[in-house]
Structure formats: structure tokens, C-alpha cells
């Protein structure tokens, strides 16, 4: 069953920092773009950072410039969301996400981070 497994997620003080980590599954084929998007409590989910499996390119949302840095192994088919300078308005359920040529979307099942204040 095509899958991403994500990881890292949990609860950190303000200023602090997590590493999320995300793996796709082998049978989700040519994957092109991979990326993380978060979903705050009562708020529409939102684009945290993505990443081209090609060339590497990035995209982040303007929230977490600076703070958040996306990255990938392509070899073990996984991306990473490194975050620093966590806020409280950073808490959401993080969900990661595996685009493909044919420009279908897999999810994840989400990871719960929360930082406290």
C-alpha cells in the first residue's frame, strides 16, 4: 500500500526546535515533489515548505522563512523539515505530502506538534 510514514513530531517550549521526517514508500512512484503543509486547530491546512526531488528547489510558506529549513534524501526516499525558533502559533498537526509526474498527491496520516508559551 503507497504510504508516507511520518516521524518527529511532540511538544517543545517556545524557541526550541523539532526535526520531522517523512517517508514515502517505494511503491509511490516517480515522485517529483515532496513537501509539508500544517493544519493549526480550527484553521485551514497551509503550505509549511516543499521541495523538488530533482533539482532541489524550495518553496516556503512566509510564516517560516528563516526558521524552517526543508530537505530531502532521495535515496532513502524521505524529506525532512528541520525547525528552529518554534512559536506557539507553530502548533498544528503536520502533514507531509508526495507529489507525482501525474500530479497525484499522497498524505500522511499527521504528526501532532505543539509548542508551548
Known amino acids: 500500500q503507497a504510504q508516507l510514514v511520518e516521524s518527529g513530531g511532540g511538544l517543545v517550549q517556545t524557541g526550541g526546535s523539532l526535526r520531522l521526517s517523512c517517508e514515502a514508500s517505494?511503491?509511490?512512484?516517480?515522485?517529483?515533489?515532496m513537501g509539508w503543509y500544517r493544519q493549526p486547530p480550527g484553521k485551514q491546512r497551509e503550505l509549511v515548505a516543499a521541495?523538488?526531488?530533482?533539482?532541489?528547489?524550495?518553496t516556503y510558506g512566509d510564516s517560516v522563512k528563516g526558521r524552517f529549513t526543508i530537505s530531502r534524501d532521495n535515496a532513502k526516499n524521505t524529506v525532512y523539515l528541520q525547525m528552529s525558533g518554534l512559536k506557539p502559533e507553530d502548533t498544528a498537526v503536520y502533514y507531509c505530502?508526495?507529489?507525482?509526474?501525474?500530479?497525484?498527491?499522497?498524505w500522511g496520516q499527521g504528526t501532532q506538534v505543539t509548542v508551548s508559551s
Open positions: 517505494r511503491n509511490i512512484l516517480r515522485i517529483i515533489n
Open positions: 521541495i523538488t526531488t530533482g533539482g532541489g528547489s524550495t
Open positions: 505530502s508526495a507529489t507525482n509526474v501525474w500530479s497525484h498527491t499522497y
